[in-house]
């Protein structure tokens, strides 16, 4: 039986007057409706547009049926809401395709598959401490969300190239998750560099 | 897509009927609903008693620029139980994405609303370019030189025809000349930029082959024609009067060389078959010239590599930001080699000339975007 889960806010993804999404708002591991489905992000597939108006390709799962579909969504579209549970947890290991989090009150755990993490498996590690917001949909864990930007560690890339701060050159670099990313030239491996978890794009380097 | 289907009946809903009946004169300013060009055409919340008794069912929305919120009530009336499907037209773009999200499924908040992506675009797995019959008819008109200068100056006395006497000399930059129909046409439709380096370049032109100016009303003219005013007139400039799309499509046509901007007329020389230059839209981080080399790169299969270089560059650097803010030769350090190559006899242009020519017919083998949208409509039927 799950423990009491604890109803939090519903922060600043829903409108005060109707209780909905739009497209901006959507990342990895945010659930909303469509029709009578209930979706949950898993990837982010790109942004692209002209003018300012984006389409935003991304991959969802239904929750109800399991199928996961590629979508493309434009800027003005908006979702309902859904009555969603979250707690926070700290990633604990990582057994086989399943993560398992750490409730860290009554220290319950929860598994997530690799799958429902999504994208989100670049962004975290059982070494972080990192609290994330696991989403409960019927009792059931159904993905994680993560805080805008994380931190991480540059594993390998090219050398660094000093002076070239203008960040408009990139060069591929992989991270201590695995994941790699397109980093400015000044980067060098054991940097510590600041990323947006919406897309994976270089934010800044990090203070060490 | 009327053309296509004459029985087909469209709704336009518009915001500003003001812009609206600068593209369609037959448009009244001030009626909720009316009907032109065969099209019902609504405005405001007044005109949703027609949406209520005929409730829509197939939906274009373009660019995703949103919906009225009392056509938002109707779309998603929860008593409504029939499906409807909305489209959304995207922007053109010659990147690859184009492909990716051509006919991709979308969503809406409710499951009796679908809705998937349209796009336009240059390549086999988009929905390709429109193409009326009208545009179609008129680019194998000028492409027989025994006609061209015969509708050139039916064209000439149509634009001056609808330019009132009163306005005659401000809108004439100059004198239009008697060898006009027979000159090197050049056609400008652009957004803002320093048009002194491209004035030089088609000075420098002229001296070896006459030209003929004729530019657009809007965002190029003003800096265009300060330029060439600058310049002491160095050729005859026609400064157009706001033109109809179907006007304007004709000036494209007749142009022997069009620097044109955005989509609409990005469409229209990409299928005239001439040689043109591409003005993109700024974008943030200068991601136009994303937009400006996808482009190029879907011509490049048609150009030898030394054409190919000339329009490369030329492309590049009137799109670059930095160059034409910082650097002021800089801008037409492109164009003068793209220009210097047209300025040969068309024999000798090599693959410029069959280049242009042989790109637009591989966009008209695409299809015609409005029968490819109409089937996607049906067989969602």
Redesign the interface.
Known sequence: MNPPLQRLSKRILYSQEDIMLVTSQLKVGVVFKSGNDILVVQRMLGQKGGRGALVTKLRVKNLLTGQTADLGLDAGEKFADVDLDHLKMKLSYVDGDNYVFLEQTSYEQYEISKDDMGDNVNYITPDDDVEVEVTFYEGKPVGIELPISVDRVITYCEPGVKGDTSGKTTKPATLDTGFVVNVPLFCDIGTKIKLDTRDGSFIERANK | MSELDPELRLRLVVNDLVAFSKLCPAIKIGHAVQYAEGWTVASGPEASGIFRAERPRFII?C?????PDWYEEILFDPDDPDDRLIV?L??L?A?D?AI??HK?????????VK?A?FLPGFAQGTGGLIIDRRFAFLRDAYRDENRKEGLRQNLLAAIAAGIPAAAESRVLAGPIPADAPERFWVSIFSYERDYQPVVQDLAAFHRDRPLLALIAAGKSSEPFLDAWKRADRPFPAIALPFLTQETWDEVILASDFAIVRGEESLARAALSGRPFLWHA?R?EDDYQLV?VRALIDRMRPFFGSEDFSAIERAFITFNDRRIDSNNAKGADEGLDVFLERLSKPKRKQGSLETGFEAWSQSLFDLGNLARGLLTFIRDFE
Do not use: V
């Open positions: 929305e660019f995703a620029c949103g919906r959304n995207e922007y773009t990147e994405y990716d999200l991709a499924p979308s969503l809406t908040r409710s499951a009796k809705k992506m839209y974008l937009k």
